[in-house]
């Protein structure tokens, strides 16, 4: 097995800076967002729901080339930022939160459908404010939830390839991750360095999904 080059940390660091960004982007996000998918009658509900779960089923590159139009400089994202976002570590970020979207918010929008909103209810009769009740009460309550989002959202990240290469590309030090990386060794026939790094990540993807099914255990979520 080849020891890992400067290159191919300097693309660990990106995958990891790029996995955690999109993980607390979509936490911010996605946590409202479940809660309303989970508590909503609205009929366009399942419109909303079939938009998030998207990415599980739509390939890649086409996600990937619709976000690399829309970031580019005549596309609505590079227009209104005045300058083209694709092939920047900003758009890759705007790219893998649509595309780990569904890894994030699906578990959070169970865990508060398990919670209810009963506990919510009771802590606004004690005059606790809607954020307050939500932080305090149903967080924790939903903790399983939400560290199988961070989990798998973070993993998710940290295994694209199809939509990175799309929007990203692969510039060393900026866009150039894992993925792009042991393609990149696989091309010029570095079959130990690739080795390298698709072991690493191997035993990664073993460690989270081991993670999820232990805290699936230890936390359960106590229903209304």
């Known amino acids: 097995m080849g020891a890992l ?17 999109t993980v607390v982007i979509l936490l911010i996000v996605g ?3 479940a809660w309303w998918l989970a508590h909503t009658r609205a009929r366009f509900r399942p419109v909303v729901e079939a938009l998030v779960a ?11 080339f619709y976000i690399l139009v829309a970031l580019g400089p005549y596309g609505p ?11 920047t570590f900003t758009g890759l970020v705007i790219a893998s939160v649509f595309y780990s979207m569904p890894f994030v918010i699906q578990p959070l929008q169970s865990a508060f459908e398990a919670a209810g909103k009963a506990p919510l209810e009771a802590a606004w ?26 989990v798998l959202g973070f993993a998710h990240t940290m295994g694209e390839f199809g939509v990175v290469l799309m929007v990203g ?11 792009t990386t042991i393609f990149e060794h696989v091309e010029v026939m570095e079959y130990a ?8 990540l ?23």
């Open 5 to 21: 080059t400067d290159l191919d940390l300097s693309a660990l660091w990106v995958s990891v800076r790029l996995a955690t960004t």
């Open 31 to 33: 946590a409202p967002l």
């Open 54 to 64: 998207l990415p599980i089923v739509l390939p890649p590159t086409v996600l990937g």
């Open 77 to 87: 994202l590079g227009q209104i930022a005045h300058v083209s976002l694709a092939f």
């Open 125 to 150: 009769s004690l005059r606790a404010s809607k954020l307050d009740a939500f932080l305090t009460v149903i967080s924790p309550i939903a903790l399983r939830g939400y560290i199988s989002a961070i």
């Open 169 to 179: 590309g692969s510039i060393p030090g900026h866009t150039r991750v894992l993925s």
């Open 193 to 200: 360095q690739a080795h390298a790094i698709a072991a690493m």
């Open 202 to 224: 191997l035993i990664f993807s073993f460690l989270v999904l081991l993670a999820v099914y232990i805290a699936n255990r230890r936390f359960p979520i106590h229903v209304s």
